[in-house]
């Protein structure tokens, strides 16, 4: 979860993301579930996301650490 | 099938009876670390347990066979199978002189002159057998009672039974690999796996793997993201798997991961210990 990699990695992805919504960071949000997990996120998931981005002075590094979080959370890492 | 709709199947809560069973089996919520009383009053207060696979033979060390001795050179008075090198009989004794030490006068080689004036305060156990002649067969008859893959290491029973007086770092701590067996040498197999070793390394800049903070992270970001990760293993557990014992298991394990990262670095610091313990 703290590797160089990883964090290259979420960076480069995050930035896919809003590129692909035209900044719309909402879909962004929408679109990272869909890429990462294959599925839409659920209500608490959105808020989680959302209170990352408001905590950052810039939203994008915040989206980026959720992003990161969704790389290190267990339904990413195991397959069911 | 769409995606969407593939992925509304795989959120399909479900209970799987083992999970239910073997709650009841070990009769334990599975992150119970907690410290319990043994049945007895423990004498040692600590113990410290080295598997060294793959290091020097006891019978070169501390174990002296009269037998090999005596057939020395000969071939054996028995038939070898299985294991004969090049299918020879002949037999082979330690190479190393033995001497008589301590006031036990336990026959100690040479090539441990340092144990030789100690030998005194070590308790050998030689009433130890096995029918297994492999060594991977050997290591798992060694480190969990059964000389096959898929039973619990020794460590993972005492974290079990004994849980932990540290909230902080793994019940079970492993140094390095156990030689040929791998990572099975501290398997908790069927046990939750809470009670899994941890794999540490003797390097304090790095005893655990990325246990460190990135450069580019703060303290504080680190914070949000360790509970936005265990946030998200969560909500999954909840809407999915509320009876899965590996997740709650992972997510304790994450848990511990992040309440980690400074003990380790602190475990692993060894600048504030004595000269004596440095010389060990």
């Known amino acids: 979860m703290n590797s160089d990699p990883i964090m290259r990695t979420t960076k480069a992805f995050t930035a896919k993301m809003l590129e692909e919504t035209n900044n719309d960071r909402e879909k962004a949000v929408t ?40 790389f290190g959370a267990n339904n990413f890492l195991y397959s069911y | ?23 009841e089996l070990v009769g334990v919520r599975i992150s119970d670390l907690t410290p319990k009383k043994p049945n007895f009053a423990p004498k040692a207060q600590r113990v410290m347990f080295f598997y060294i696979g793959g290091g020097p033979s006891t019978i070169d060390m501390f ?36 001497s008589h030490c ?70 079970y701590i492993a140094l390095g690999e156990g030689a040929t067996i791998g990572a099975r040498a501290h398997s908790s197999a069927w046990l939750p796996p809470i009670f899994n070793g941890t794999s540490m390394r003797a390097d304090p800049s790095a005893p ?5 903070r990135p450069d580019n992270m703060s303290a504080e970001q680190q914070k949000r993201f360790l509970s936005m990760v265990s946030a998200l293993d969560h ?36 600048n504030q210990e004595s000269e004596a313990i440095k010389k060990l």
């Open chain 2, 63 to 98: 174990d002296l066979k009269p037998t090999l001795v005596k057939y020395d050179g000969k071939p054996a008075p028995f038939e070898i199978k299985g294991r004969a090198l090049n299918e020879s009989q002949q037999v082979m004794a330690s190479p190393w002189k033995f």
């Open chain 2, 102 to 171: 301590g006031e036990s006068g336990r026959q100690i080689s040479d090539l441990l002159p340092h144990f030789q004036k100690v030998v005194d305060k070590v308790t050998f156990l030689r009433s130890m057998t096995t029918d297994r002649i492999d060594h991977s067969t050997a290591q798992f008859t060694f480190v969990t009672g059964r000389g096959f893959t898929g039973f619990p290491a020794i460590g993972a029973w005492v974290s079990y039974a004994l849980g932990t007086e540290n909230r902080n770092l793994p019940a």
């Open chain 2, 1 to 23: 099938m769409p995606r969407s709709d593939l992925a509304r199947w795989r959120r399909i809560p479900f209970c799987n009876l083992t999970d239910l069973y073997g709650a």
């Open chain 2, 208 to 212: 655990i793997f990325d246990i460190k």
């Open chain 1, 31 to 70: 679109l990272a579930f869909d890429q990462i997990y294959n599925r839409q996120p659920t209500e608490k998931e959105r808020q989680i996301a959302q209170n990352s981005m408001s905590m950052e002075a810039n939203p994008q590094e915040g989206l980026r650490l959720f992003v990161q979080a969704m």
């Open chain 2, 235 to 270: 909500e999954q557990k909840t809407q999915c798997y509320p009876l899965d014992q590996d997740l709650e298991s992972r997510i304790a394990n994450y848990e511990l991961a992040a309440r980690m990262q400074l003990e380790a670095l602190k475990v692993a610091n060894f």
